[in-house]
Each structure stands twice: as C-alpha cells, then as structure tokens.
C-alpha cells in the first residue's frame, strides 16, 4: 500500500513538473508580458523548482534509513544552497534590476552546491558495489566521462580557456562551473552502473534533473562568453527541468534498501553493453571532424583522446578476463568455496569447454 501510494505521488508529481516545463517554455517564446514580465516569471519559477527539489530531498531523507538517508539529505542541502543562489540572482534581476555581477554571492550558492552533490553520490548505496562489477562500472564512467569532457574541451571548456583571464576571480569562476558538472556527470553515471533495479529509478531521475543542469550550465557559459545571454534565454529551461527532475525523483523514493550490484552472474543487455560507447564514438567523430575540417587539434585533445582509446581497451580486457574466469571457474559466489576441479558434492570435474564433443 505505501509503495503505491508513492508512485501516485510520483506520477502526480511527473505530471506537475510536465505542466510547469511546458507552462515555462510557451511563456518564454512567445514573450508573455514583455521583457519584465518574462523577467519575474522566469526568476520567480526558476526559485519555486529549487525550492521544490531542496523540500522533496529532505522528506525523501526522513523517510530512508542508513546511507539512502545521507545521499537525499546531501542532495537536499545541495538543492537548499542552489535555491538560496536563485532567490540571489532575483534580487538583483528584480529588485535591484541591474547585471549580476561575476563573481557574486549566487555564485557561492552554486559552487557550494558542488561538493554537496558530489558528497551526496559518494554517499549512494550504488557507489559501493562488489569489486568485479565496481571496476566495470569505474571504467565506464571513465570512459563516459573522458568523451563528455572531450566534447566540453572543444565546444565550452577549451575557448573559454583561451580568453579567459585566469588572474581575475571572474575566470576562475566561469571556468569552475562546466568543472563541477563533469565531476557529477562522471560520479552520478557510476553510481547508476553500479546499481541494481532496485533504488534506480530514483536516481535516474536525479540524472535527468543533473544532465539537464550541467547542460544548462555549458550553454550558458558559452553564451555568456559571445556575449547572448539575458534572462529569459531559452537555454533557462534547463535548469527548470533540471529541479524539477530530482524533485519528482525525490517524491517517488520509497523507503526501502537501494542494493548495489552482487559479483552474481547476469546476462548482460545490449543497452548495458553499447550505452558506454556511444559518448566514446561522439567524442572521437568530433576530433575526425575538426582534422576534417582542417581545424587545429590542441595537445589536450590528443591527450583525452588516446585516455578514451586506453579506457575502452582497458574495459575489454576486464570482459574478457571475466567471461574466462566464469567459464572455467564457475560463479563469482562459488570461488573458495570449491576446488576449481571440485564439485561441491566432493566429486572431482573438468572444466567443460564450449563446443567440445564426447
């Protein structure tokens, strides 16, 4: 009765947070009320979805135990210092209606909001994993977040450095945001390639809500570099969806153990198989693109490329060693307690090879 109870609680919340994305995306283009009015409706709803997120995380973490508990109670505070960083931006967006200034007291609200998220996916019970599939699920993410941090290199992350001045608090501001969202990319693709289906729902709409975010942040910086963003920019929807996504996942987390993957075998998807190779292969089709077009490739680029070709290599070699040791060893759950030529009843056995005839 309680989980049910609680997945009417998400769908309701899954509805809301649909009527609120739409709501704020026809407001924005078809410039209701101006450019104040776009103004106070975008601020006002954007501090309302923190707002949502931060109470939903801190209900979610009085209703779990152990380290469930710690990963919504992090995230909540997480979601508390983005909220205060919002109701700052609004103050000076409309109150005092002049540019916020960079750095400011927001973005202290959004740095500091960092190291809590971070904390928080640490904290997941998906984060500690069994050793066999922790190092699958480590490469992954390594790999996932090496070809995420090529992609950001050549579009945000690389021209910002080149006229950025690191001197200034300013550059090294602007430069901490699209850092910060590659670390939680990276931890929060871990965590989700740890886990089991039970807890991961919740979580993956934490990943929707943080993807969005750190999108959000990338285009942001980018369009504040070339000198395009005011508020009201469509790019704003991001972080919209972005709270309301861990919000609504937040709401559906019922009380119950989220277990991290076992060393028991299991058939792997294709999904599961592919998914880590699709950012792999976007990231190397970018770099063949710009030799293409004859634009220069930085020492960097070559660098995080030759890690991607390493990570995949590496994530291979572990399947391989895996599946062998599976076949001639049995299970993971029955090393040491059999010969490897041992039955459990005691009676002696050869390994039995695929394909072999008597």
């Known amino acids: 009765m309680r989980r049910h109870a609680r997945r ?46 931060a109470i939903a995380c801190l209900l979610a973490a009085f209703r779990q135990r152990g380290a469930a ?63 066999r599939h922790k190092a699958r699920a480590t490469l992954d993410g390594l790999a996932i977040g090496t070809a995420v941090l090529l992609l950001s290199w050549t579009f945000v992350l690389g021209p910002l450095w080149r006229h950025t001045d690191l001197s200034t608090a300013g550059g090294i501001v602007a430069l901490a945001y699209p850092f910060g969202d590659l670390l939680i990319m990276f931890l929060i693709i871990l965590a989700v390639r740890s886990m089991t289906a039970t807890g991961r729902r919740a979580l993956l709409w934490v990943l929707v809500g943080l993807f969005a975010m750190a999108l959000a942040d990338s285009t942001y910086a980018y369009l504040v570099e070339v000198g395009k963003y005011s508020t009201g920019n469509l790019v704003d929807i991001g972080w919209v969806v972005g709270y309301l996504a861990i919000a609504v996942g937040a709401s559906g987390d019922i009380r119950q153990v989220a277990r991290a993957q076992s060393d028991e075998p299991a058939e792997s998807s294709l999904v599961s198989l592919v998914t880590p190779y699709v950012p792999v292969l976007l990231a190397l089709s970018v770099v063949t693109f710009e030799l293409e077009l004859h634009h ?36 993971p759950g029955s090393w040491g307690s059999a010969s490897p030529l041992e039955s459990p009843s005691g009676a002696s056995r050869q390994p039995e090879r695929a394909g072999r005839t008597s």
Request: proline residues 3%; contains cysteine; charged residues 10%.
């Open 8 to 53: 009417s609680v998400e769908v309701a919340s899954t509805v809301g947070a649909v009527l609120v994305t739409v709501v704020f995306f026809l407001w924005l283009v078809l410039h209701i009320g101006g450019q104040h009015g776009v103004r106070d409706f975008d601020d006002s709803v954007t501090v309302l979805s923190a707002l949502s997120a």
């Open 69 to 131: 508990r710690h990963f919504w109670l992090l995230l909540g505070l997480a979601c508390v210092a983005w909220t205060l960083a919002e109701v700052i931006w609004g103050v000076y967006d409309v109150v005092l209606s002049k540019a916020v200034p960079v750095p400011s007291w927001a973005d202290v609200g959004y740095l500091g909001a960092y190291p809590l998220a971070a904390a928080a996916l640490l904290c997941h019970p998906g984060m500690h994993g069994a050793g």
């Open 296 to 331: 220069k490739v930085d020492r960097f680029s070559w660098l995080t490329g030759l890690c991607l070709v390493l990570l995949v290599i590496a994530r291979q070699a572990l399947m391989l060693v895996d599946r062998r040791n599976e076949q001639f060893f049995g299970p």
